[in-house]
């Protein structure tokens, strides 16, 4: 069985910090706490789980923070998380069963972040993050803000998960500022900062500038392909920001020029459409959606109801609007199947049921 180490950076985290390491109690061989300056109870709850607490002064690079607690990390793999991540019982069979079967010519095991979740816990958001990486194998975080690493060699992706719990909001300024001080000093964003740099700009509404930087980055060529068709939604959402509306849609229809469509894109096609009572049109873009192959392991981000229920939902609306109502209840229920609780599936069979009872008897 390989080893864990457990690295983590925090800073005034009492109110989730325990939540997070009890959700691993068992599962790692070390436990390495970085602090970056807390004022409060974090370092005393730390200390009820390990005593390989280091102190680093914070200096607005996460990538430098990470790779000082991976420094002191003696085991085979260090994995991270933050403090307000954990990991569900599930997440940690399964987790256990890949650390006792880990091939040790492993170099990065990749897992599903789940960072978005409904009403009723259900994940919406998801997408793959580097996990555990093998210890002292050269490779290191990069990027002050959105770090990550670059994997090479054998890469393995695993079935657990981790599930980001967050319980108050951050500081929504913070990675800007970051983002802005680096610019002010001259520093050159490589293709995935730039990328990330547009979306904190699209984040705080300055629609333009974040336009500008996303068709900066596509124009230059050198982004991931997931992050090309993600920058190429978020044009979209600029465009529709500042009430331009076919350029808009010709954006959305730029993510097509880089890979087959993502289902996520085919709604949003569909939403423009809709948005217009173009029915026919949206219909087609729903369907669409549920022909596109859903596979988290492309590494981008993933919004599971794009694959089933959402395209559903709205090809029953569509369908009603255009007359339909057969085909309109069928979709309903193929709505239903995804999400049996959804309170718009239950309004439209109270719609259907009241149509049905307005028929008049053979």
């Known amino acids: 069985m390989v080893s864990v180490s457990l690295c983590m950076i925090v800073k005034n985290e009492e109110d989730v910090l325990e939540r997070c390491l009890e959700s691993v109690s068992g599962l790692m061989d070390e436990i390495i706490i970085l602090d970056t300056g807390s004022t409060d109870r974090t370092r005393e709850i730390a200390a009820r789980f390990t005593d390989k607490i280091f102190h680093f002064p914070w200096r607005d690079d996460f990538a430098a923070a990470r790779n000082e607690s991976f420094s002191h990390a003696s085991m085979d793999y260090c994995m991270w998380l933050d403090a307000d991540d954990v990991l569900l019982e599930e997440d940690r069979q399964a987790f256990l069963a890949l650390k006792e079967g880990l ?28 996990r555990l990486i093998k210890n002292r194998a050269g490779m290191i975080w990069a990027g002050a803000v959105h770090e990550a690493v670059t994997p090479v060699g054998k890469v393995q992706y695993a079935d657990f998960a981790v599930t980001h719990r967050k319980t108050r909001p951050s500081d929504p300024d913070r990675n800007l500022r970051i983002y802005q001080a680096q610019l002010d000093t001259g520093v050159e964003l490589e293709p995935r900062q730039q990328f990330y740099y547009g979306r904190e700009l699209y984040y705080h509404r300055r629609w333009e500038e974040a336009l500008a930087v996303f068709e900066h980055f596509l124009e230059e060529g050198r982004g991931w392909l997931e992050n090309n068709i993600d920058a190429c939604c978020h044009c979209s959402y600029c465009h529709r920001e500042l009430g331009q509306d076919q350029a808009a849609l010709t954006a959305l229809f730029r993510t097509f020029t880089y890979d087959r469509p993502r289902a996520e894109v085919c709604c949003e096609i569909g939403n423009w459409f809709l948005q217009r009572e173009q029915y026919r049109q949206a219909a087609y873009w729903y369907a669409l959606a549920l022909t596109c192959s859903r596979d988290d392991r492309r590494g981008g981000f993933v919004s599971p109801d794009c694959y089933g229920y959402l395209p559903c939902i709205q090809l029953c609306l569509c369908y009603s609007r255009l007359g339909d109502q057969k085909r309109a209840e069928t979709f309903n229920e193929l709505a239903a199947a995804c999400k049996p609780d959804s309170p718009a599936v239950s309004h439209n069979r109270a719609i259907f049921q009241a149509l049905s009872e307005q028929e008049p008897s053979a």
């Not at 091939?103 to 580097?130: C, I, K, L, Q």
């Open 103 to 130: 091939d040790p010519a492993v170099s990065v095991v990749m897992a599903p972040y789940h960072t978005g979740f409904d009403e009723n816990g259900r994940v919406t958001f998801s997408y793959y993050r580097e």
